[in-house]
């Protein structure tokens, strides 16, 4: 696609729930990344996939938290058991590599109530 | 680790002002810095990237420096105008030969609001 898709574009939820947020990359970009932003704070690396290779999870917060890419391209973020200090905007961007940048999308606004 | 600080956190000036953001990073081996702006409720816009080997670069009224031995970034707007008031952050990718991939270390930005 010409930018980097997210879904939902807002979500509230009930504390307790599980909650998929999706991220579709530039096509082929080969890097792909999660950051949280909440209010007042900056954006959080939380998790990035490069290629074939392990992803770098060293930003998860907590194991609810988990993140799969599948065939090189879409992203799904899974928060289980959401709590309140889970809402944040989840921000996804990709990149082909660092030399050109990287790619936001318009992001996901969770509010868990 | 690196920590990315932003000054000032806000900023309110008169439309047709000239300004200055900046931004300073902890670890002088970074691969480049990127400044992006972000609108209320809004992701984030890619405005300037520059390599750690370059000093600046240009896009119509916007200007950034880079001093990477002094770990300094700024970001320069000339004749601002009511649509630029946004939230500006800096980002920077961490060092290394290769090109390869590697998250980016944000500030916590600087909201600017230009007053028509």
């Known amino acids: 696609g010409a930018g980097v898709s997210q879904s939902p574009s807002n979500k509230v939820t009930e504390k307790g729930k599980d909650v998929e947020l999706r991220c579709d990359p530039i096509?082929?970009?080969?890097?792909l990344y999660w950051y949280r932003q909440s209010l007042g704070q900056g954006l959080e690396f939380l998790i990035y996939?490069?290629?074939?290779?392990?992803?770098?999870k060293s930003g998860l917060p907590s194991d609810r938290f988990s993140a799969e890419r599948t065939g090189g391209s879409v992203s799904t973020l899974t928060i289980q058991r959401t709590q309140q200090e889970d809402s944040a905007v989840y921000l996804c961007?990709?990149?082909?590599?660092?030399?050109?940048?990287?790619?936001f999308g318009s992001g996901t606004r969770l509010t868990v109530v | 680790k690196q920590e990315v600080t932003q000054i000032p956190a806000a900023l309110s000036v008169p439309e047709g002002e000239n300004l200055v953001l900046n931004c300073s990073f902890t670890?002088?081996?970074?691969?480049?810095l990127q400044w992006f702006r972000q609108d209320p409720g809004k992701g984030l816009t890619s405005l300037l990237l520059?390599?750690?080997?370059?000093r600046e670069q240009t896009s119509g009224r916007l200007n950034a420096s880079l001093d990477k031995s002094s770990g300094r970034s700024t970001l320069y707007i000339a004749a601002s105008q009511p649509g630029d008031s946004a939230t500006y952050l800096c980002a920077v990718s961490r060092g290394g030969a290769s090109s390869g991939n590697t998250p980016l270390v944000f500030g916590k930005g600087t909201r600017l609001s230009v007053i028509a």
């Open positions: 670890d002088s081996a970074i691969y480049n």
């Open positions: 096509s082929g970009h080969t890097a």
């Open positions: 520059i390599q750690s080997s370059q």
């Open positions: 961007a990709s990149s082909l590599n660092r030399v050109n940048g990287y790619t």
């Open positions: 996939f490069q290629g074939n290779s392990a992803p770098d």
